[in-house]
């Protein structure tokens, strides 16, 4: 299965990127990227997808901040224990 990942293009609206369409981040120093496996949602989420929050994200949104994943790459200044 490739790379994909669910993002809320407008309110109430949930599209999918595949592929090579998955922008692949490069950690800047002192930071790592971590391959999600899978992530969670929570009602911050779903709020945030219907538009109620007092703060609305501008699309294009990846909902979801509980996450499992592999760290993929460790930027500069990170020592990797």
Do not use: W
């Amino acid at each position: 299965m490739g790379d994909r990942a669910g993002f809320l293009s407008g309110t109430r609206t949930l599209s999918t990127y595949t592929g090579s369409e998955v922008v692949d981040p490069k950690p800047a120093y002192g930071q790592v990227s971590v391959r999600l496996e899978t992530s969670g949602i929570c009602h911050t989420d779903i709020h945030a997808a219907h538009g109620d929050r007092p703060v609305r994200p501008a699309p294009p949104l990846i909902p979801g901040h509980e996450g499992i994943g592999i760290v993929a790459a460790i930027g500069g200044g990170v020592d990797g224990r």
